[in-house]
């Protein structure tokens, strides 16, 4: 058996022929069109989501009212001024259900960190009162 031809074998036994270097490289290169194309992607993406004004709130306080069936809740809200926002207040029971909940319309305002507290009436007992979650309106 002459040497290229047992050259060959070997290549072709152990994967390494022309066609195969051509094909491992072809998609050595449309792997890394696609990472590419889905990194220029999120760049553009993220830069355009980034304009948004965003809105955060935290909770500072609870007191729990049981006379009244009641939870106050005090938190502190930052806004940027002039966007009318809304935010959820919920009262949770030991088992952390939801027993009580408000959906609140924050008008729009110069200042961008305020502070409030609202009362939430409940169906049973609560062991605490938060905010979920805020938006702009």
């Known amino acids: 058996m002459p040497e290229h031809d047992a050259d060959d074998a070997l290549a072709a036994r152990y994967g390494r022929t022309r066609a195969r270097r051509t094909?491992?490289?072809?998609?050595?290169?449309?792997?890394?069109?696609?990472?590419?194309?889905?990194?220029?992607?999120?760049?553009?993406?993220a830069g355009l989501d980034g304009q948004q004004p965003t809105v955060e709130a935290t909770d500072t306080g609870h007191r729990l009212i049981n006379e009244e069936r009641a939870v106050e809740v005090s938190w502190t809200l930052s806004v940027p001024p002039g966007n009318e926002s809304a935010c959820i207040v919920q009262a949770l029971d030991e088992d952390f259900t939801v027993v009580g909940w408000r959906v609140l319309e924050i008008p729009a305002s110069?200042?961008?960190l305020r502070e409030f507290t609202e009362r939430?009436?409940?169906?049973?007992?609560?062991?605490?009162?938060?905010?979920?979650r805020c938006w702009l309106t």
Do not use: K, M, P
Request: glycine share 6%.
């Open 120 to 132: 939430v009436r409940v169906a049973r007992e609560a062991n605490t009162g938060l905010i979920s």
């Open 23 to 45: 094909r491992d490289r072809l998609l050595l290169i449309a792997g890394a069109v696609v990472v590419a194309v889905v990194l220029v992607a999120w760049v553009v993406w």
């Open 110 to 112: 110069d200042r961008h």
